[in-house]
């Protein structure tokens, strides 16, 4: 059995898209819950048939943001801040 780490927002997405596809809710109701266009829920839908659970789980999650700043530059900044040099 394979463990998935799930935020609280995919887990209920899970949940809806288990009722949207057992028919007791509709497209348009599934998007309202999830907050999301009815688009975006046949686009759901469709990968959690295919892949289960873990295809609503972000694929972003552990990586660092594309938009931080490198390492070596929050260092220096960091130096700078304190009041040392950082060339020193």
């Known amino acids: 059995m394979t463990v998935i ?3 609280r927002v ?3 997405r ?3 898209l288990k009722d949207l596809i ?3 809710i509709t497209a348009s109701g599934a998007a309202q819950l ?3 266009t009815p688009r975006q829920v046949f686009r759901l839908a469709k990968a959690f048939r295919e892949a289960g659970p873990s295809a609503l789980v972000s694929c972003r999650r552990g990586r660092p ?3 931080s700043y490198p390492a070596a530059l929050r260092v220096r ?3 700078l801040t304190d009041g040392r ?3 020193a």
Do not use: P, Y
């Open 5 to 7: 780490s799930m935020s």
């Open 10 to 12: 995919e887990i209920d």
């Open 14 to 16: 899970m949940h809806v």
């Open 22 to 24: 057992s028919e007791r």
């Open 34 to 36: 999830m907050g999301v």
């Open 65 to 67: 943001s594309n938009r």
């Open 77 to 79: 900044l960091r130096m």
């Open 85 to 87: 040099s950082a060339a």
